[in-house]
C-alpha cells in the first residue's frame, strides 16, 4: 500500500517545495479550524432537527458565521480551501449514497431529449443574436458554442 502511495504522491503536479509550503502556512490551523467547524456543525444539527428543519441551510448559516467575514474563528485562507474541498467531497459522496440509479435509468431518455433540446436552442438563439451584431455566420457559429 505504501508503494502504491509514494507513486502517487511522486506523480502529483505539485513540487515538493509547494507541499512544503503549503503544509507549512496551513498544518498551524488546520486542526484548529476542522474540530471548530465540527462542532458548530454538530450544534447548528442538533438545533435544526430539534426546530424540525434541514441541516443544510444551517450548515450555510454557521459557515458564514464562523467565517473571516463575520466572527472569524477560521483563521488561514489555506484551512478555509482544505476544508472547503474536504467538505465538497462529503457532499458528492453523501449525494451518492443517495441517489437512486434506476430512477436515472427510467428517466434517461427525457434527461438526454432535454438535455440536447436545450442546448441546440441555446446555440441557435446565440448565434442569431451575434449574428444580429454584424459577426459572419460562421464565426458566429463558433461564438455561440
Known sequence: MTAHMAEFFNNLSCTSSTM????????????????????????????FQRLRLEAIPGYLIAGIAIGPNALNLIRGEASIDQISSIAVTLLMFGIGLQLDLNSIRRGMVHILAIGILSTLLFVLASWGLISLAGVPAPVALLGAF
Request: no cysteine.
Open 20 to 47: 512544503t509550503t503549503l503544509a507549512n502556512t496551513s498544518s498551524d490551523w488546520l486542526g484548529l479550524d476542522l474540530m471548530t467547524l465540527l462542532g458548530v456543525a454538530a450544534i447548528v444539527a442538533w438545533l
